[in-house]
């Protein structure tokens, strides 16, 4: 399966994003799809995931209550929205999957999209 990550930009903190994560080759529905992020200088780290069938969610301490995982099986889509942005959520946003069960190891997921600059201003 091949991940295009889009809808990366500058917003104020407060503000809002929405991130996709747009599938092809294969049904993003069969796999689990997750978001990481990294910052210059950290290693990357878990955002989200999403399970095979949409009803299992995991969230990073530092997101949950703002950030927002979902998918759109229609459009072969997973979206992160993220709301009530900080300046400490800039990163680089990187969607992945994996066929499994995935957890919150980056190695544990094979497939990776480009990744999104999302950058939030004080």
């Known amino acids: 399966v091949q991940l295009q990550a889009s ?3 500058l917003v104020q903190a407060g503000g809002s994003l929405r991130l996709s994560c747009a599938a092809s080759g294969r049904t ?4 689990t799809v997750a978001w ?14 999403i399970g095979r069938s949409g009803g299992r969610t995991y ?5 949950k209550g703002r950030f927002t995982i979902s998918r759109d099986n229609a459009k072969n889509t997973v979206y992160l929205q993220m709301n009530s942005l900080k ?5 680089v946003y990187y969607c992945a999957a994996d066929f499994y069960d995935s957890g919150t190891a ?16 004080s």
């Open 7 to 9: 809808g990366g930009g």
């Open 28 to 31: 993003l529905s069969s796999y």
């Open 36 to 49: 990481f992020r990294q910052a210059p200088g950290k290693e990357r780290e878990f955002v989200v995931n």
């Open 59 to 63: 969230y990073a301490d530092s997101v």
């Open 87 to 91: 300046p400490e959520d800039t990163a």
């Open 106 to 121: 980056s190695g544990q997921y094979v497939y990776w999209g480009q990744g999104t600059q999302v950058t939030v201003s």
